[in-house]
């Protein structure tokens, strides 16, 4: 998805490390596992669960989908999850928890955390510049590896400029070296490390780059640096030629051209993002991945601080906002929110407090803010659950309140009509 130029780089928000150290203590090996942050099992108060109910409600009819995946930790107080709705657009299949969807652009956090692994292994370092592992492809003068994560290259976004195409012919496939020249042909956004501009051509780049830099495909990477440490079993990075979601999942719906030209792009092949959005997942490994993401666990503590060291996301972006090596900071949150035709999502955790929400719609034509402020909904209305032992709850550092995340998902493009009647 392709997001406007931001400010240039001169208030660049340093997030302290030491935070994110310390809340590593309160992990369980800091994997993110069942127990990291000392969580209950008992749901959330009625008063908090009704709150959460209606806002993924209202949030299905904004965004036309026809169901939704969810999950509140709230390690003080208890847990909700919840699939309301249907696995298909007038379908009467109910869908459950347990069911794998594409994670579209949270894959990219996966994607740069990986880069990072291979920086403390020594392989590769972040000030690389990436035509030093692609010297064939032309217009990468002056961009680093670090600045492909970060959405700093200045290189254009082929997503808006194909969209259409993926979801017209979502079964053709799609090389990466043609996602790449479609996007390189058009002028660049700015310079290198100038301005803040999300840019999946980025993502892909930095995937042919690895590829070339360590010798290994990138499934083999997930697995060895992501999938098998956290124990995700239920995640994978399915061949381009795999059309079908694995297991039970839910359809996946977009809008072409108008509201009503509504498209099922359930088989899709993720050739169409690659890197950059290709994962499938499940609402508890993202769980895990999030808490493990945010814990300080995964990476050196060097890797860390250069993780969530942030620049401003645009020049319309509040304080509070920023934009990592491959992640997204929102106040006290951390994590990242993703979309790929057919799916939106998002996972975001707070570090200190072990708060965490992971969410997923079945209509992506809303858009990945749609999905990223539905979370931060989510996470302003559980942050509020009293204590379980009675005593006062901790103070997560939000600065928004439900209401206002709320009304900003109003403007959603294409909400689903009221019955008739």
């Known amino acids: 998805m392709k997001i406007p130029a931001g400010r240039r780089m001169n208030r660049v928000s340093v997030i302290r490390v030491a935070v994110l150290v310390s809340a590593c203590l309160l992990l369980s090996g800091c994997t993110g596992d069942a127990t990291a942050y000392g969580e209950r099992d008992e749901a959330l108060p009625g008063q908090i669960t009704s709150q959460l109910e209606a806002a993924v409600n209202g949030a299905m009819a904004q965004a036309d ?11 003080w107080a ?12 007038g379908g009467s299949t109910p869908l459950t928890t347990d069911m ?26 972040l000030d690389d510049e990436v035509s030093t592992y692609l010297p064939a492809i032309v217009g990468l003068s002056g961009v680093t590896l670090a600045q492909l994560c970060r959405n ?14 993926f979801v017209n012919t979502p079964t053709r496939q799609w090389p990466a070296r043609e996602l790449v020249a479609n996007a390189l042909g058009n002028p660049r956004v700015a310079a290198p490390g100038a301005v803040w501009a999300g840019s999946d051509t980025g993502i892909v780049l930095l995937g042919m780059a690895l590829e070339a830099a360590s010798g290994q495909s ?4 997930y697995h060895q ?23 039970a999942h839910p359809h996946g719906y977009a809008a072409l051209g108008t509201c009503a030209d509504v498209r099922d792009t359930t088989e899709i092949t993720n050739s169409v993002a690659g890197v950059a959005g290709g994962v499938v997942s499940t609402l508890g490994d993202l769980k895990t991945w999030v808490q493990a993401l945010v814990g300080a666990g995964l990476l050196s503590p060097e890797s860390v601080e250069a993780q969530w060291t942030t620049v401003p996301a645009g020049d319309s972006a509040p304080s509070w906002q920023g934009y990592g090596v491959g992640v997204w900071r929102l106040g006290a949150l951390r994590g990242s929110a993703g979309t ?21 719609l079945n209509n992506s034509t809303a858009g990945v803010g749609f999905i990223r ?3 931060q909904q989510l996470a302003a209305i559980a942050s509020k659950a009293p204590r379980v032992e009675g005593g006062p709850a901790p103070t997560v550092g939000l600065p928004w309140s439900a209401e206002q995340a709320g009304a900003g998902l109003a403007s959603a493009p294409c909400p689903a009509k009221a019955p008739a009647g």
């Open 78 to 89: 208890g847990r909700w999850v919840e699939s309301p709705g249907t696995t298909t657009r």
């Open 152 to 165: 700093t290259s200045g290189l254009p976004d082929f997503t808006p400029l194909l969209t259409r195409q």
């Open 100 to 125: 794998r969807f594409r994670i579209g652009t949270n894959t990219t956090a996966m994607t740069c955390t990986v880069l990072l692994k291979l920086v403390d292994d020594g392989r590769v370092a």
């Open 225 to 247: 640096y992501i999938f098998d440490p956290l124990g995700l079993s239920d995640t994978s990075y399915p061949d381009s030629e795999e059309l079908t979601i694995p297991g």
């Open 65 to 75: 989908a026809s169901g939704a995946i969810v999950g509140v930790w709230v390690p």
């Open 340 to 360: 790929i035709p057919g799916f939106l999502s998002a996972a975001f955790a707070d570090p200190a407090t072990g708060l965490t929400v992971v969410v997923m």
């Open 218 to 221: 990138w499934n083999s990477l």
């Open 373 to 375: 402020g539905l979370a």
